[in-house]
């Protein structure tokens, strides 16, 4: 017994003074010191939100062609005597003028023949109306008051008047003919190519060659649904009066210069294009040769032109950079003074390399973030910075320098050079 009191007791002493010593050490240990300061927030750059006013517009591109092109063709057979100097190809051409004529000899006999029928006719009818008179009074002077149309001469009367007039149409052929011995111009314009010279012998309906009105040039501008409701016109729209089209600016090389013209949309496709599922817009130039022409040149058939339509206005609307945009239709807002995310929903009326547009979401002045930030969340703490117009970047909520102990807060500023409001370079 004694000998497991000896065991036992050194035992209790060492625990009851490890225990004690622990109880004495955490009584008289000195309370760790909280900070006060906030947390430093991610650093991010900012671009403040604007309001403005907008056009929308669209681009596309297209091929010009002109508005009326038809191929030059005789409506006679013939061996061709005369071709105009003008007839050539990219030779300017008047409405009326003749371009080629074939040799007439053969329809002016016709034209003389068709006339001696015409004499024929014209005194064989009046020899029968003279024997018409005559069979009349004779049967008068006999009494006679039921004679048959025959005894009285109408029939050959009728048939006269019948010879006469088909006498009569067979001239109308026959100048008609010798008329169309020339090829005129049906419109001013230009010669596209030319397929004939003098000696050739043509057909009726054989091509002479290709001319194009000069007088107005279009562009066929195929466009998505989307881009339509951007320029805001219904499908089959047709230009007026009281509802024109929007402007055109029409731009392509010519010579190795940029050259630009201005024309207008006239009207769109009735009907969607089965297989790209766009719908065509044609827009026009009027006088491409003359006043349309950009100093001198012109917008001539055959050119690919890149077209900018002006679409709708958006009187108020604002506008944040592209870049802080996120995914559809989220923006970062980084509030200067508080220095806290807020992630807003806009509703995105146009989108380009300019910038975001919306009605609602954000307010102008509000600070966009453009910088990438990783597990937002609303409230999340942010260092808002932005670049001014002079290159500097000013700190909006800059982190608060520590206190030093036994300084007040004019010395840590001393300390630190920097002012809680302050911008760096």
């Known amino acids: 017994m004694g000998r497991l009191i000896a065991i036992i007791a050194p035992i209790a002493i060492i625990l009851i003074l490890g225990v004690g010593g622990f109880i004495a050490v955490s009584a008289f240990k000195p309370e760790a010191e909280k900070s006060a300061e906030p ?22 591109q297209g091929e010009v062609r002109p508005k009326r092109e038809i191929s030059v063709s005789p409506q006679i057979s013939g061996r061709v005597a005369y071709v105009s100097p003008d007839f050539i190809d990219g030779g300017f051409i008047r409405k009326g003028q003749v371009l080629v004529r074939v040799e007439g000899e053969d329809y002016e006999l016709g034209v003389v023949r068709a006339r001696s029928t015409v004499a024929s006719a014209e005194q064989r009818l009046a020899r029968e109306i003279a024997e018409s ?11 006679m008051t039921d004679a048959s149309p025959l005894a009285r001469r109408e029939p050959q009367l009728a048939e ?15 100048q008609l003919a010798l008329a169309r011995t020339a090829v005129v111009a049906p419109f001013d314009g230009r010669v596209r190519e030319r397929m004939v ?34 320029l805001g016109l219904p499908l089959a729209f047709a230009s007026s009066a009281k509802t ?49 022409a950009d100093n001198g040149a012109p917008m001539a058939p055959g050119l690919f032109v890149t077209a900018e339509i002006q679409g709708r206005s ?43 547009y919306f009605h609602v979401g954000a307010k102008a002045g509000e600070l966009a973030v453009i910088s990438p930030v990783q597990a937002p969340f609303d409230g999340m703490n942010l260092t808002v910075m932005q670049r001014m117009e002079d290159g500097t970047v000013k700190v909006h909520n800059p982190p608060k320098p520590a206190k030093a102990d036994g300084k007040d807060e004019k010395v840590a500023k001393a300390e630190t050079g920097k002012d809680s409001e302050g911008a760096a370079q």
Do not use: C, M, Y
Not at 272 to 280: E, F, K, M, V
């Open 39 to 60: 947390q430093a927030g991610l650093n991010v750059f900012a671009e403040p939100v604007k309001e403005v006013a907008l056009t929308l517009t669209v681009n596309a």
């Open 133 to 143: 008179e005559l069979a009349q009074q004779d049967l008068e002077d006999l009494g």
């Open 160 to 174: 006269a008047r019948a010879a006469l007039d088909a006498a009569k149409s067979q001239l109308q052929d026959a």
């Open 197 to 230: 010279d003098i000696g050739q012998v043509v057909a009726p309906g054989q091509s002479l060659g290709q001319i194009f009105g000069n007088d107005v040039v279009e562009v066929v501008l195929p466009l998505k649904d989307e881009e339509i409701g951007r």
């Open 244 to 292: 024109p089209g929007p402007e055109v600016i029409f731009t392509a090389n010519v010579g190795g210069e940029p050259r630009t013209w201005r024309g207008q949309v006239v009207r769109t496709g009735a009907a969607i294009n089965s297989q790209t599922r766009q719908i065509n817009v044609i827009a026009e130039l009027n006088d491409p040769f003359g006043k349309g």
């Open 314 to 356: 958006l009187d108020r609307v604002f506008v944040a950079p592209r870049s802080a945009l996120r995914g559809d239709d989220q923006l970062f807002i980084g509030d200067p003074k508080t220095g806290k995310l807020s992630i807003r929903t806009v509703d995105i009326e146009h989108s380009d390399k300019d910038g975001a």
